[in-house]
């Protein structure tokens, strides 16, 4: 008898793993259809959600992890890639995913990040931006040319900034010593400006791949994200 009920237990439990994975695949499903609707994504994005047992999570309509990994994302003619959404600690009711009712789901904190590539960077810079490479948590640009009567060979520091109207790159030095011209002469924007969360970008971080950008909110109603969707 006790054989026996040790192997009805292993049975049950293998039972409700199953229907836990099952039900988390539902759940993964309905979200990555309902973001690629709402962005008009070329492709579903790949999502996930992150605790064990999913279906306590699903009975008490809070999920502590969900991840959304969009891949590319075009905005003002600018692609940027590996685009990802973290939600953390979203309200939401298992028949409300199942339904694609976004009204009422809510994410107490929503945190997007991308890469800017350096071809798409360089692609709005200047003519005497020949070149541009990461050096370490710094960004260098190679200068060729003349500007306000200055000759400049060599290579800048630039200083990056999030902005309302994109990511601002500004040269602050020339080799070893500070520019003598105006850095107004040789600033540009990349019209980048948000990410798919409502925010205005507010890190920007370089890495060997390109600018890595960042964007937090919070209280987010995926209604009102989809109401600013481009």
Known sequence: MRKFLLVLLVLVVIGLVAADRVGVHVAEDQISDRVQAEYNLSSPPDATIHGIPFLTQAVGGKYGHIEVKIGDWTQEGVTVSDVTVDMED???SLDELA???ASNIVADK????AVIPYAAIR???PKEVTGMKPEGDKLKMD???EVL????TGDATVKLKATDKGIVITPVSFGNSSLQIPVAALSWTVPVTNLPVGSRISGVK???EGLR???TAYHVNLSEVEKQAP
């Open 90 to 92: 979203v309200h939401a």
């Open 99 to 101: 339904a694609g009712n």
């Open 110 to 113: 929503a945190t997007a990040s």
């Open 123 to 125: 692609k709005e810079a």
């Open 143 to 145: 200068l060729q040319g």
């Open 149 to 152: 009567g200055f000759r400049l």
């Open 206 to 208: 370089v890495t060997p």
């Open 213 to 215: 950008v960042s964007a």
